[in-house]
């Protein structure tokens, strides 16, 4: 070994000591917070938010943001497991992009939940069996998850988090040949995803949606071999389930993002940085819509979706779901919120939480 390289060691070693020492000081404190806390929430994505968001304002690299939020995201999810290790149920099975979201703003699951729909992830939290819930709620390619948006109407929970996830596709078979392959299975929203790609590369192929890409992965695992059985699925997938990955990156847009919502039974403090999700419906009046929308405006508060859904009461009625910048609790938000409730013919404050942090 060089005299260089040993040094560099030695000082790795070093630094690492005082780190560990560093991250056990950092964790009683965390445990001593958990007893502070007195049986309310122990999982405080406001204050998650906050410290990673300082931690990059901070950063100097030569580690990059994604690096920095991914290490601090693990160092708190070890903190928080001990002052409670938290239940966080979520679309499964595991090798879906929903247990890589989950995964990602917990930073590696103390007690992952397995569901085997959107509607059990919801009814996980609502009985108490799991602390929080992690579903999808829209594709930047695809648009809502209509399933999503119908029971968050619904149900008593709070949003209490969101979270982007980039979701690459990729191609992954047992087969070894892009030309031996007949069959493609995944979940129709990432069949959707890589519907340019199929009519270019495989357009013979025939597209099966089944329940879940990790299910497709599945299916292509068990395929005997010549059949030419491929799922759409990532690349955790591949690994999970022994495949080989035929093409990768197949999404028709680089930039494919699918959002996420957290649900919990509480209510969020603000971060300084959030968003307030909305659904309201409109009085069956003429300009109604307009007009409900008005104190945004007056208020300054700036609206960041607008999506129409059938409201399942009346034949063409809608409802709409609305984010806005600001938390309910924002004087502006607060006024604006007052204002629209006297509009419309229902409203109801879905959460307010901190915007994604990368
Ligand atoms: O500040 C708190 O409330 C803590 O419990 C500490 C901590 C952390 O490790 O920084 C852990 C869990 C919470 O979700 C937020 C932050």
Avoid at 127 to 140: F, H, I, K, L
Avoid at 229 to 235: E, Q, Y
Avoid at 288 to 310: D, G, H, I, N
Wanted: net charge negative; with cysteine; charged share 20%.
């Amino acid at each position: 070994m060089s005299d260089q390289l040993k040094q560099c060691r030695d000082q790795i070693d070093a630094i690492d000591l005082q780190l560990l020492e560093l991250v056990n000081a950092r964790a009683r404190l965390a445990r001593e917070i958990g007893t502070l806390k007195n049986g309310g929430p122990i999982y405080r994505p406001e204050r998650e938010a906050q410290v990673l968001r300082r931690l990059l304002d901070a950063n100097q690299g030569p580690l990059s943001a994604e690096a920095v939020t991914a290490i601090f995201r693990g160092v708190m999810s070890n903190c928080r497991a001990l002052e409670k290790e938290l239940t966080v149920a979520f679309l499964g099975p595991v090798g879906t992009f929903s247990e890589e979201a989950a995964n990602k703003q917990f930073g590696g699951l103390t007690s992952p939940m397995e569901c085997v729909s959107i509607d059990e992830v919801f009814r996980m939290v609502e009985s108490g069996a799991a602390d929080y819930g992690v579903v999808p709620v829209e594709n930047s390619t695809e648009g809502a998850v209509g399933r999503t948006l119908d029971l968050l109407m619904a149900t008593s929970l709070h949003i209490c988090g969101e979270i982007e996830l980039p979701v690459h596709h990729n191609l992954l078979s047992t087969a070894a040949d892009l030309n031996d392959i007949k069959v493609v299975y995944s979940h129709a929203q990432s069949l959707g995803q890589c519907h340019e790609w199929l009519n270019r590369y495989l357009p013979h192929a025939e597209r099966q949606a089944v329940v879940s890409n990790a299910e497709a992965a599945s299916l292509a695992k068990q395929a005997p071999d010549g059949q030419g059985v491929a799922a759409i699925a990532s690349k955790r997938a591949a690994e999970l389930f022994d495949l080989q990955v035929l093409a990768a990156s197949i999404e028709d847009d680089p930039r494919n993002t699918t959002r996420f919502l957290i649900l919990a039974n509480h209510d969020v403090a603000p971060s300084g940085q959030d968003k307030t999700s909305l659904v309201i419906a409109a009085k069956n009046v003429p300009g109604a819509v307009v007009s409900l929308l008005a104190p945004l405006a007056e208020y300054q508060v700036s609206m960041t979706k607008f999506e129409s859904r059938p409201s399942k009461i009346g034949m063409w009625e809608y409802v709409f779901f609305v984010d806005v910048e600001g938390h309910h609790l924002d004087a502006s938000v607060s006024q604006a919120l007052e204002e629209l409730k006297k509009r419309a013919s229902m409203l109801k404050v879905l959460g307010s939480y901190p915007v994604a942090v990368i």
